[in-house]
């Protein structure tokens, strides 16, 4: 399995922006799909975005299309998140994950980093 570490979590204004960043360990990082998830109270853990070793394929759940951005620096085994025109919907714990296929389903990935809040206030 890949280590994972989040960052770039925190509170922001409805209309605002974030970027996370997540960390990867393995060296074979290039190898991965990478993936950000999402996780709200009371809610399943939902498909967010991802991106393909070569990174030129994404893929954006509806939700977040036109104002999440995912991109990914192999030399620096990190991918990013950024998070434009965020409205309070989007609220949740983002997680980082990693897997050798793409897929929206979050019980089918293989390595989670450990989650940061993002709230967005009104």
């Known amino acids: 399995q890949v280590q994972l570490v989040e960052s770039g979590g925190g509170l922001v204004q409805a209309g605002g922006s974030l970027r996370l960043s997540c960390a990867a360990s393995?060296?074979?990082?290039?190898?991965?799909?990478m993936g950000w998830f999402r996780q709200a109270p009371g809610k399943e853990r939902a498909f967010v975005a991802a991106?393909?070793?070569?990174?030129?394929?994404?893929y954006y759940a509806d939700s977040v299309k036109g104002r999440f951005t995912i991109s990914r620096d192999n030399a620096q085994n990190t991918v990013y998140l950024q998070m434009n025109s965020l409205k309070l919907e989007d609220t949740a714990v983002y997680y980082c994950a990693a897997n050798l296929h793409f897929t929206v389903r979050a019980d089918l990935w293989d390595s989670w980093g450990q989650g940061t809040q993002v709230t967005v206030s009104s």
């Open positions: 393995e060296r074979t990082f290039s190898s991965y799909v």
């Open positions: 991106i393909r070793l070569s990174a030129d394929t994404t």
